[in-house]
Protein backbone atom coordinates (compact mmCIF):
# COMPACT_ATOMS: atom_id res chain seq x y z
CA UNK A 1 0.00 0.00 0.00
CA UNK A 2 1.26 3.56 -1.27
CA UNK A 3 1.53 6.17 1.87
CA UNK A 4 1.51 9.92 2.15
CA UNK A 5 5.03 10.50 3.09
CA UNK A 6 3.38 12.59 6.08
CA UNK A 7 1.92 9.22 7.15
CA UNK A 8 4.90 7.31 6.91
CA UNK A 9 7.30 9.28 9.26
CA UNK A 10 4.38 9.73 11.75
CA UNK A 11 4.01 5.65 11.75
CA UNK A 12 7.72 5.05 11.95
CA UNK A 13 8.09 7.93 14.52
CA UNK A 14 5.53 6.25 16.95
CA UNK A 15 6.91 2.50 15.82
CA UNK A 16 3.33 1.04 14.34
CA UNK A 17 4.94 -0.97 12.10
CA UNK A 18 3.79 -4.33 10.41
CA UNK A 19 3.54 -7.79 12.33
CA UNK A 20 4.08 -10.87 10.24
CA UNK A 21 2.58 -13.19 12.86
CA UNK A 22 2.02 -13.61 16.66
CA UNK A 23 5.23 -14.37 17.36
CA UNK A 24 6.75 -10.97 16.35
CA UNK A 25 4.42 -8.79 18.03
CA UNK A 26 5.42 -10.90 21.81
CA UNK A 27 8.72 -10.52 21.07
CA UNK A 28 8.28 -6.63 20.53
CA UNK A 29 5.54 -6.35 23.41
CA UNK A 30 7.95 -7.90 25.88
CA UNK A 31 10.91 -5.82 24.70
CA UNK A 32 9.08 -2.11 25.41
CA UNK A 33 7.24 -3.51 28.50
CA UNK A 34 7.65 -6.38 30.86
CA UNK A 35 7.03 -10.65 31.34
CA UNK A 36 4.12 -9.93 33.38
CA UNK A 37 2.00 -7.47 30.92
CA UNK A 38 3.23 -9.59 28.00
CA UNK A 39 1.55 -12.65 29.42
CA UNK A 40 -1.50 -11.06 31.01
CA UNK A 41 -2.20 -9.21 27.08
CA UNK A 42 -1.04 -12.78 25.26
CA UNK A 43 -3.71 -14.91 27.71
CA UNK A 44 -6.63 -12.11 27.36
CA UNK A 45 -6.79 -12.37 23.47
CA UNK A 46 -6.08 -16.11 23.48
CA UNK A 47 -9.34 -16.62 25.48
CA UNK A 48 -11.09 -13.93 22.63
CA UNK A 49 -9.84 -15.59 20.19
CA UNK A 50 -11.75 -18.84 21.69
CA UNK A 51 -15.03 -16.70 21.58
CA UNK A 52 -14.44 -17.03 25.86
CA UNK A 53 -14.28 -13.54 26.51
CA UNK A 54 -16.14 -10.07 24.52
CA UNK A 55 -15.53 -7.90 27.03
CA UNK A 56 -13.84 -4.48 25.16
CA UNK A 57 -13.82 -2.09 28.52
CA UNK A 58 -11.39 -4.84 30.21
CA UNK A 59 -9.48 -5.07 27.24
CA UNK A 60 -8.70 -1.52 26.52
CA UNK A 61 -8.09 -0.98 30.74
CA UNK A 62 -5.13 -3.76 30.06
CA UNK A 63 -4.43 -2.60 26.45
CA UNK A 64 -3.75 1.25 27.82
CA UNK A 65 -1.68 -0.06 31.36
CA UNK A 66 1.21 1.75 29.34
CA UNK A 67 1.44 3.94 26.51
CA UNK A 68 4.39 1.88 25.38
CA UNK A 69 2.26 -0.86 25.58
CA UNK A 70 -0.94 0.72 24.06
CA UNK A 71 0.73 1.50 21.28
CA UNK A 72 2.29 -1.94 20.47
CA UNK A 73 -1.12 -3.32 20.70
CA UNK A 74 -2.32 -0.73 17.99
CA UNK A 75 0.21 -1.22 15.81
CA UNK A 76 -0.74 -5.00 15.62
CA UNK A 77 -3.81 -4.74 14.85
CA UNK A 78 -4.39 -1.77 13.32
CA UNK A 79 -1.33 -0.34 12.07
CA UNK A 80 -2.88 -1.34 8.15
CA UNK A 81 -6.23 0.95 9.24
CA UNK A 82 -4.15 3.78 10.68
CA UNK A 83 -1.96 3.94 7.33
CA UNK A 84 -5.29 4.16 5.40
CA UNK A 85 -6.70 6.30 7.61
CA UNK A 86 -4.11 8.66 7.48
CA UNK A 87 -4.10 9.09 3.85
CA UNK A 88 -7.62 9.73 3.77
CA UNK A 89 -7.32 12.32 6.33
CA UNK A 90 -4.63 14.47 4.04
CA UNK A 91 -6.62 13.93 0.94
CA UNK A 92 -9.72 15.77 3.16
CA UNK A 93 -7.71 18.22 5.21
CA UNK A 94 -9.79 21.27 4.03
CA UNK A 95 -12.77 19.55 6.47
CA UNK A 96 -10.32 19.40 9.74
CA UNK A 97 -10.83 23.04 10.21
CA UNK A 98 -12.02 25.47 13.45
CA UNK A 99 -12.68 22.70 16.02
CA UNK A 100 -12.58 18.91 15.73
CA UNK A 101 -14.15 16.67 18.08
CA UNK A 102 -12.61 12.92 17.93
CA UNK A 103 -14.75 10.33 19.99
CA UNK A 104 -13.41 7.04 20.99
CA UNK A 105 -10.23 8.22 20.81
CA UNK A 106 -8.24 5.49 22.53
CA UNK A 107 -4.40 6.41 23.11
CA UNK A 108 -4.75 9.38 20.58
CA UNK A 109 -2.78 8.54 17.53
CA UNK A 110 -5.22 9.45 14.77
CA UNK A 111 -6.26 12.36 17.06
CA UNK A 112 -2.48 13.60 17.00
CA UNK A 113 -1.88 13.19 13.88
CA UNK A 114 -4.57 15.05 12.65
CA UNK A 115 -3.36 17.39 15.22
CA UNK A 116 0.38 17.33 13.43
CA UNK A 117 -1.07 17.39 10.34
CA UNK A 118 -3.55 20.54 10.91
CA UNK A 119 -1.51 22.48 13.18
CA UNK A 120 -4.33 25.76 13.00
CA UNK A 121 -6.81 23.38 13.91
CA UNK A 122 -7.99 22.86 17.69
CA UNK A 123 -8.65 19.10 18.54
CA UNK A 124 -10.60 17.18 21.39
CA UNK A 125 -9.95 13.66 21.77
CA UNK A 126 -12.95 12.04 23.95
CA UNK A 127 -12.72 8.33 25.21
CA UNK A 128 -14.65 6.73 28.57
CA UNK A 129 -11.58 5.04 29.67
CA UNK A 130 -9.08 7.11 32.16
CA UNK A 131 -6.01 5.30 31.39
CA UNK A 132 -6.27 5.42 27.65
CA UNK A 133 -6.70 9.22 28.08
CA UNK A 134 -3.64 9.58 30.00
CA UNK A 135 -1.74 7.75 27.47
CA UNK A 136 -3.06 10.41 25.51
CA UNK A 137 -2.33 12.86 26.87
CA UNK A 138 1.39 11.73 27.54
CA UNK A 139 1.63 10.80 23.70
CA UNK A 140 0.73 14.59 22.62
CA UNK A 141 3.31 15.98 24.76
CA UNK A 142 6.16 13.79 23.64
CA UNK A 143 5.24 15.01 19.73
CA UNK A 144 5.62 18.73 21.17
CA UNK A 145 1.55 19.70 20.19
CA UNK A 146 -0.40 22.66 21.98
CA UNK A 147 -3.41 22.18 19.43
CA UNK A 148 -4.84 19.22 20.95
CA UNK A 149 -6.32 17.90 24.47
CA UNK A 150 -7.96 14.80 25.82
CA UNK A 151 -10.71 14.44 27.95
CA UNK A 152 -12.40 11.36 29.93
CA UNK A 153 -15.83 11.73 29.50
CA UNK A 154 -18.63 9.33 28.10
CA UNK A 155 -19.53 10.57 24.74
CA UNK A 156 -23.11 10.15 25.29
CA UNK A 157 -23.27 12.79 28.16
CA UNK A 158 -20.23 14.91 26.40
CA UNK A 159 -21.29 18.70 25.14
CA UNK A 160 -18.76 21.34 23.62
CA UNK A 161 -18.90 24.55 25.08
CA UNK A 162 -18.66 25.41 21.36
CA UNK A 163 -19.72 23.04 18.79
CA UNK A 164 -17.11 21.75 16.04
CA UNK A 165 -16.93 22.17 12.62
CA UNK A 166 -15.69 18.21 12.29
CA UNK A 167 -16.90 15.03 14.32
CA UNK A 168 -14.93 12.30 13.59
CA UNK A 169 -14.96 8.50 14.82
CA UNK A 170 -12.51 5.72 13.69
CA UNK A 171 -13.04 2.13 14.48
CA UNK A 172 -14.88 3.15 17.66
CA UNK A 173 -18.33 2.58 17.06
CA UNK A 174 -18.36 -1.25 17.56
CA UNK A 175 -17.16 -0.60 21.54
CA UNK A 176 -18.80 2.48 22.31
CA UNK A 177 -22.18 1.10 20.96
CA UNK A 178 -22.07 -2.05 22.22
CA UNK A 179 -24.43 -2.14 24.82
CA UNK A 180 -27.26 -0.63 22.06
CA UNK A 181 -26.19 -3.00 19.45
CA UNK A 182 -26.68 -6.21 21.65
CA UNK A 183 -28.77 -8.76 20.17
CA UNK A 184 -29.80 -6.69 16.83
CA UNK A 185 -29.27 -9.48 14.17
CA UNK A 186 -26.54 -9.06 11.71
CA UNK A 187 -28.61 -11.19 9.29
CA UNK A 188 -32.42 -10.59 8.29
CA UNK A 189 -34.44 -8.91 5.73
CA UNK A 190 -31.93 -5.41 5.16
CA UNK A 191 -34.80 -3.38 5.85
CA UNK A 192 -35.93 -4.32 9.03
CA UNK A 193 -32.27 -4.98 10.22
CA UNK A 194 -31.04 -1.86 9.57
CA UNK A 195 -33.47 -0.10 10.59
CA UNK A 196 -33.15 -1.83 14.36
CA UNK A 197 -29.29 -0.60 13.61
CA UNK A 198 -30.82 2.87 13.35
CA UNK A 199 -32.60 2.95 15.97
CA UNK A 200 -29.64 1.24 18.30
CA UNK A 201 -27.22 4.12 17.11
CA UNK A 202 -30.02 6.62 17.63
CA UNK A 203 -28.44 8.06 21.23
CA UNK A 204 -24.82 8.32 19.98
CA UNK A 205 -25.82 9.98 16.90
CA UNK A 206 -27.58 12.71 18.55
CA UNK A 207 -24.37 13.06 20.94
CA UNK A 208 -22.62 13.49 17.93
CA UNK A 209 -24.93 16.17 16.37
CA UNK A 210 -25.71 18.05 18.88
CA UNK A 211 -21.75 18.83 19.22
CA UNK A 212 -21.77 19.82 15.00
CA UNK A 213 -21.84 23.33 13.85
CA UNK A 214 -24.47 23.73 11.35
CA UNK A 215 -22.57 22.42 7.85
CA UNK A 216 -20.26 20.45 10.05
CA UNK A 217 -19.36 17.08 8.45
CA UNK A 218 -18.78 13.87 10.85
CA UNK A 219 -16.13 11.11 9.53
CA UNK A 220 -16.34 7.85 10.65
CA UNK A 221 -14.18 4.69 9.25
CA UNK A 222 -15.57 1.92 11.56
CA UNK A 223 -16.32 -1.96 11.41
CA UNK A 224 -20.08 -1.99 10.96
CA UNK A 225 -19.71 -2.66 7.60
CA UNK A 226 -22.37 -3.17 4.68
CA UNK A 227 -22.76 -6.67 6.05
CA UNK A 228 -24.53 -5.19 9.00
CA UNK A 229 -25.13 -2.05 10.13
CA UNK A 230 -23.75 0.81 7.94
CA UNK A 231 -26.70 1.40 6.38
CA UNK A 232 -28.45 1.76 9.95
CA UNK A 233 -25.65 4.18 11.07
CA UNK A 234 -25.71 7.10 7.93
CA UNK A 235 -29.56 6.15 8.83
CA UNK A 236 -29.15 7.34 12.66
CA UNK A 237 -27.03 10.12 11.10
CA UNK A 238 -29.25 11.15 8.50
CA UNK A 239 -32.64 11.37 11.06
CA UNK A 240 -30.83 13.86 13.43
CA UNK A 241 -30.03 15.71 10.01
CA UNK A 242 -26.75 14.79 9.17
CA UNK A 243 -26.47 13.38 5.46
CA UNK A 244 -24.43 11.11 4.15
CA UNK A 245 -22.12 12.89 1.13
CA UNK A 246 -22.12 10.02 -1.64
CA UNK A 247 -19.30 10.66 -3.53
CA UNK A 248 -17.12 10.22 -0.74
CA UNK A 249 -18.31 7.21 1.22
CA UNK A 250 -16.27 4.19 0.78
CA UNK A 251 -15.49 0.78 1.81
CA UNK A 252 -11.36 0.81 3.32
CA UNK A 253 -10.28 -2.64 3.60
CA UNK A 254 -7.15 -3.29 5.78
CA UNK A 255 -4.70 -5.96 6.66
CA UNK A 256 -4.24 -6.30 10.44
CA UNK A 257 -1.52 -9.52 12.45
CA UNK A 258 -4.61 -11.77 11.86
CA UNK A 259 -6.73 -11.25 8.85
CA UNK A 260 -8.20 -8.78 6.44
CA UNK A 261 -10.73 -6.80 7.75
CA UNK A 262 -13.40 -4.61 6.11
CA UNK A 263 -14.77 -0.83 7.44
CA UNK A 264 -17.05 1.52 5.99
CA UNK A 265 -16.27 4.89 5.08
CA UNK A 266 -18.54 7.61 6.22
CA UNK A 267 -18.78 10.99 5.56
CA UNK A 268 -22.14 12.82 6.52
CA UNK A 269 -22.60 16.84 6.25
CA UNK A 270 -26.05 18.79 7.34
CA UNK A 271 -26.81 20.24 4.34
CA UNK A 272 -26.21 17.28 2.80
CA UNK A 273 -29.19 16.44 0.79
CA UNK A 274 -28.25 12.40 -0.12
CA UNK A 275 -29.80 10.03 1.24
CA UNK A 276 -28.56 6.84 3.34
CA UNK A 277 -29.74 4.52 0.90
CA UNK A 278 -28.34 6.77 -1.89
CA UNK A 279 -24.78 6.48 -0.66
CA UNK A 280 -25.20 3.51 0.48
CA UNK A 281 -26.14 2.19 -3.72
CA UNK A 282 -23.30 4.51 -4.72
CA UNK A 283 -20.72 2.38 -3.02
CA UNK A 284 -21.76 -0.68 -3.86
CA UNK A 285 -22.75 -0.32 -7.13
CA UNK A 286 -18.94 0.08 -8.37
CA UNK A 287 -18.49 -3.40 -7.72
CA UNK A 288 -22.07 -5.21 -8.69
CA UNK A 289 -22.25 -7.06 -11.82
CA UNK A 290 -25.88 -8.76 -12.36
CA UNK A 291 -25.68 -12.53 -13.32
CA UNK A 292 -22.60 -12.83 -10.90
CA UNK A 293 -22.55 -15.40 -7.94
CA UNK A 294 -20.77 -13.68 -5.19
CA UNK A 295 -20.66 -14.27 -1.54
CA UNK A 296 -20.28 -11.51 2.00
CA UNK A 297 -22.10 -8.25 1.50
CA UNK A 298 -22.28 -8.64 -2.50
CA UNK A 299 -24.27 -11.34 -1.93
CA UNK A 300 -26.76 -9.26 -0.37
CA UNK A 301 -26.60 -6.62 -2.31
CA UNK A 302 -26.93 -8.45 -5.12
CA UNK A 303 -30.29 -9.48 -4.30
CA UNK A 304 -31.64 -6.69 -3.74
CA UNK A 305 -30.64 -4.69 -6.95
CA UNK A 306 -31.08 -7.13 -9.01
CA UNK A 307 -34.83 -8.35 -8.01
CA UNK A 308 -38.10 -6.51 -7.89
CA UNK A 309 -40.09 -9.41 -5.65
CA UNK A 310 -37.95 -11.34 -3.25
CA UNK A 311 -39.55 -14.50 -0.87
CA UNK A 312 -37.87 -14.83 2.34
CA UNK A 313 -37.62 -18.08 4.71
CA UNK A 314 -36.45 -17.23 7.88
CA UNK A 315 -35.31 -19.82 10.23
CA UNK A 316 -35.51 -18.20 13.99
CA UNK A 317 -34.62 -20.28 17.01
CA UNK A 318 -36.56 -18.71 19.86
CA UNK A 319 -36.31 -15.20 18.90
CA UNK A 320 -32.65 -15.61 17.56
CA UNK A 321 -32.89 -15.79 13.75
CA UNK A 322 -29.83 -18.02 12.59
CA UNK A 323 -30.68 -18.84 8.84
CA UNK A 324 -32.80 -17.46 6.11
CA UNK A 325 -33.18 -18.34 2.49
CA UNK A 326 -34.23 -15.95 -0.52
CA UNK A 327 -35.40 -16.80 -3.97
CA UNK A 328 -36.36 -14.21 -6.84
CA UNK A 329 -36.03 -13.46 -10.69
CA UNK A 330 -33.52 -11.04 -12.34
CA UNK A 331 -34.71 -8.82 -15.02
CA UNK A 332 -32.78 -11.30 -17.34
CA UNK A 333 -34.78 -14.14 -16.25
CA UNK A 334 -32.03 -15.69 -14.20
CA UNK A 335 -33.14 -17.54 -10.91
CA UNK A 336 -31.27 -16.36 -7.72
CA UNK A 337 -31.19 -18.44 -4.65
CA UNK A 338 -29.65 -17.04 -1.73
CA UNK A 339 -28.76 -17.81 1.40
CA UNK A 340 -27.10 -16.36 4.93
CA UNK A 341 -26.42 -17.56 8.24
CA UNK A 342 -24.47 -15.98 10.99
CA UNK A 343 -20.64 -16.83 9.25
CA UNK A 344 -21.44 -16.38 5.60
CA UNK A 345 -23.60 -14.93 2.78
CA UNK A 346 -23.93 -16.08 -0.44
CA UNK A 347 -25.83 -15.77 -4.03
CA UNK A 348 -26.34 -18.21 -7.61
CA UNK A 349 -27.63 -16.88 -10.43
CA UNK A 350 -29.08 -20.08 -11.67
CA UNK A 351 -31.01 -20.79 -15.36
CA UNK A 352 -34.22 -22.63 -16.22
CA UNK A 353 -32.70 -26.23 -16.28
CA UNK A 354 -30.96 -26.12 -12.69
CA UNK A 355 -33.65 -24.04 -11.16
CA UNK A 356 -35.69 -26.91 -9.64
CA UNK A 357 -32.18 -28.64 -8.43
CA UNK A 358 -31.30 -25.05 -6.77
CA UNK A 359 -35.12 -25.27 -5.00
CA UNK A 360 -34.60 -29.12 -4.03
CA UNK A 361 -31.25 -28.48 -2.04
CA UNK A 362 -33.00 -25.45 -0.34
CA UNK A 363 -35.96 -27.25 0.57
CA UNK A 364 -33.15 -30.41 1.98
CA UNK A 365 -31.78 -27.70 3.87
CA UNK A 366 -34.92 -26.50 5.56
CA UNK A 367 -35.80 -29.79 6.22
CA UNK A 368 -32.80 -30.18 8.56
CA UNK A 369 -34.68 -28.20 11.14
CA UNK A 370 -36.78 -29.65 13.65
CA UNK A 371 -39.97 -28.10 13.64
CA UNK A 372 -39.99 -28.89 17.67
CA UNK A 373 -36.79 -26.94 17.92
CA UNK A 374 -36.87 -23.95 15.07
CA UNK A 375 -39.93 -22.25 13.60
CA UNK A 376 -39.73 -20.90 10.11
CA UNK A 377 -41.46 -17.58 8.59
CA UNK A 378 -41.79 -16.65 4.94
CA UNK A 379 -43.19 -13.70 3.48
CA UNK A 380 -42.22 -11.46 0.32
CA UNK A 381 -41.27 -8.04 -0.22
CA UNK A 382 -41.08 -5.79 -2.78
CA UNK A 383 -37.62 -5.08 -3.63
CA UNK A 384 -35.68 -0.82 -3.86
CA UNK A 385 -32.22 0.16 -3.68
Not at 28 to 50: C, G, H, I, P, Q
Not at 217 to 229: F, K, M, P
Not at 369 to 374: F, G, K, R
Request: charge should be negative.
Amino acid sequence: MQTYKQVDEFMKRLDLKYFKNTKDFVADLMYKTDKEYTTEVATFLNSRALGQNSDNDSFYRLKNKTLAGSLCVSAAFDSGVFRHIGNMLVDNSDLLCGTVLDIGCDCGIVTCFMASENPDTKFIGVDKNELAVNNAKELAESLGLENVEFVTADVYDFALEEKANAVTSFRCLLDIAQTQTKGVSVIGERGEREARYAEAFSPLAKAVCDNLTHGGTVISVERYTALYGWLGWMSALSNNGVNPLSDKCALMTAQDISSTIEYSVTFAQKGSTSSPLEAYDCVMSEKFKSGAGVDGANAEYALYKDADEIHFTDVKKGEKLIHQFATAVSPKGKYMFYEADLDRRSIKYVNEKKREKMMSDFEDKKKMYNPDEYTMNDYSIKSCT
